[in-house]
């Protein structure tokens, strides 16, 4: 059985459980599952689909939330320990500053790419020194100007608009 078969096989069995709506899992709940669905699943792709489905943000968040786990019926099924909770926070919390540590590092590629047709547009410099000071083979400046120039207008066609500014100072008089 593959992983997406057992997964889908899980939801159409146990939808109380594994639908939609991510809930903490009971402990020790792949022996309630062979239980009930003798010979359906072998114990490794249970496995691996529990390990997968325990380490997705949404389950983990589920758990941030959740005051008891669930049993495949999705009854109630014991406590929820403030040491499994701390845990998720704790994970979610790296991936969270992974995100922003990779968010920060695309956006700085995007300032110094946009800055290069910024600098390239304001220069005194011969093309073939702006090419030397910023190491680019000068027959590639074209083709990467016309990029970063496309990708400036796809990022501001995404951009919000600026909030409007607001003078206090009333009407301009009439000249």
Same mark, same amino acid.
């Given at each position: 059985m593959s992983l997406n078969a057992c997964t889908r096989e899980l939801r159409?069995?146990?939808?109380?459980?594994?639908?939609?709506?991510a809930k903490p899992i009971k402990l020790r709940i792949q022996a309630?599952?062979?239980?009930?669905?003798?010979?359906?699943?072998?114990?490794?792709?249970?496995?691996i689909f529990l390990h997968r489905h325990t380490t997705q943000t949404a389950y983990l968040v589920a758990l941030t939330k959740a005051k008891e =786990?669930?049993?495949?019926?999705?009854?109630?099924?014991? &406590?929820? +320990?403030?040491?499994? *909770? $701390?845990?998720?926070?704790?994970e979610l919390d790296r991936r969270r500053a992974i995100v922003q540590e990779r968010r920060a590092a695309?956006?700085?590629?995007? =300032?110094?790419?946009?800055?290069?047709?910024?600098?390239? &547009?304001? +220069?005194?410099?011969? *093309? $073939?020194?702006f090419c030397a000071l910023k190491g680019i083979p000068e027959g590639e400046l074209d083709t990467l100007l016309a990029t970063i120039r496309?990708?400036?207008?796809?990022?501001?066609?995404?951009?919000?608009?600026?909030?409007?500014?607001r003078d206090d100072r009333g009407p301009r008089p009439e000249r």
């Open positions: 159409q069995r146990f939808p109380a459980l594994f639908g939609d709506q309630d599952i062979q239980e009930r669905a003798p010979g359906v699943f072998s114990k490794k792709i249970l496995s =786990r669930f049993d495949l019926d999705g009854q109630p099924a014991g &406590e929820l +320990t403030d040491e499994h *909770r $701390a845990a998720a926070r704790e695309e956006d700085d590629v995007r =300032r110094q790419r946009f800055a290069l047709v910024h600098d390239f &547009e304001r +220069t005194t410099l011969t *093309r $073939a020194n496309a990708e400036i207008a796809e990022w501001e066609a995404k951009r919000p608009p600026a909030p409007a500014r």
